[in-house]
């Protein structure tokens, strides 16, 4: 069995992660290195444990988190389709189960909002994960001066917390904004898209989608 370790010591998936990176820091997008797909993983493999899926589902939710961004090295564009082929490829040499194998490129290739859906549990878990993770760390430019209002965004958000309700029928992301660097309203002109996925994710996992901002219910 290709257990979460094994994928995230892998030296072949690594050089990929810190290439696909390499990439993104060329043509001026955030941090998708170790930090991103690192707490993706974590986050995904929470939402399924918290909800009481096997670990084996959990587990495979952390894999995808962890490769989920490997079609960065292919293009930026339909990244997770590039993605999703190269995982199999991966995840078929290291000898995983064809079953797992499915489900795992299938969330990996169904995460990114332009063509995303949550298909199965472990697509909804990444695709919360995955856009959830927004921080000022993420923020590459050191000049305020250069932000563009991507890193704005990103770099108002102080603190972050991807959280289920003790009754497991909501998850809220609950951030802390300096309004310093942007607005709500610049925070929703950026990221609207990505709550509204947000929202259907959740709510095939059976949960309400929630938005909290400096202790304010947004969604």
């Known amino acids: 069995m290709i257990t979460f370790e094994q994928i995230r010591e892998d030296p072949a998936i690594r050089t990929y992660i810190e290439e696909a990176d390499a990439l993104l820091e060329a043509l001026g997008y955030t941090e998708h290195s170790f930090a991103h797909v690192g707490r993706v993983a974590d986050t995904a493999g929470y939402i399924l444990t918290t909800l009481g899926y096997p670990e084996r589902e959990a587990e495979l939710a952390r894999i995808a988190g962890w490769l989920h961004d490997i079609g960065n090295i292919v293009n930026r564009h339909d990244h997770a389709?590039?993605?999703?082929?190269?995982?199999?490829?991966?995840?078929?040499?290291?000898?995983?189960?064809?079953?797992?194998?499915?489900k795992t490129v299938a969330a990996i290739g169904n995460h990114d909002e332009?063509?995303?859906?949550?298909?199965?549990?472990?697509?909804?878990?990444?695709?919360?994960?995955?856009k959830t993770d927004v921080r000022y760390t993420r923020v590459r430019a050191q000049d305020a001066a250069q932000?563009?209002?991507h890193d704005r965004v990103n770099f108002a958000v102080r603190e972050g917390n991807t959280d289920i309700d003790e009754e497991k029928k909501s998850i809220a992301l609950n951030m802390?904004?300096?309004?310093?660097?942007?607005?709500?309203?610049?925070y929703f002109e950026i990221f609207l898209g990505r709550m509204l996925l947000c929202?259907?994710?959740?709510?095939?996992?059976?949960?309400?989608?929630r938005l909290i901002v400096n202790g304010q219910r947004l969604l």
């Not at 332009?114 to 995955?130: H, K, M, Q, R, Y």
């Open 176 to 186: 802390t904004i300096d309004a310093h660097y942007c607005s709500v309203m610049d």
């Open 114 to 130: 332009g063509t995303a859906e949550p298909i199965s549990a472990v697509a909804a878990a990444l695709i919360l994960a995955d």
């Open 81 to 102: 389709q590039s993605g999703a082929l190269m995982a199999f490829r991966i995840l078929d040499n290291l000898g995983m189960e064809p079953g797992e194998i499915a």
């Open 199 to 209: 929202r259907r994710a959740a709510e095939f996992l059976g949960l309400t989608f």
């Open 147 to 149: 932000f563009d209002i």
